[in-house]
């Protein structure tokens, strides 16, 4: 099932991923994937399958990717 973004969509999550890198360069699910163009689905699963970029889970529950874990994951730097 592939969902329909409307123009406002894209930019809601644009603005919202450039406020949240002018505040601090941790990113949650929603924010790194539309830094990387994908969509928050595609990164759950990668990281189930142990690919994507680097990130944290803090207290056990909360995601996070760091600016520099994606911007290494686009230039194909991530070595894990």
Known sequence: MQAHLTKEDVE???R??????????????DAAAAYLSSTPGTLRVWRSQGTGPRYR???GKVVRYH???????????DDR
């Open 16 to 29: 919202r991923a450039l406020d949240a890198h002018i505040r601090s360069p941790w990113y949650d699910t």
């Open 67 to 77: 600016v520099d874990d994606l911007d290494a994951f686009v230039r194909g730097e």
């Open 12 to 14: 809601d999550a644009v």
């Open 57 to 59: 889970v803090v207290h």
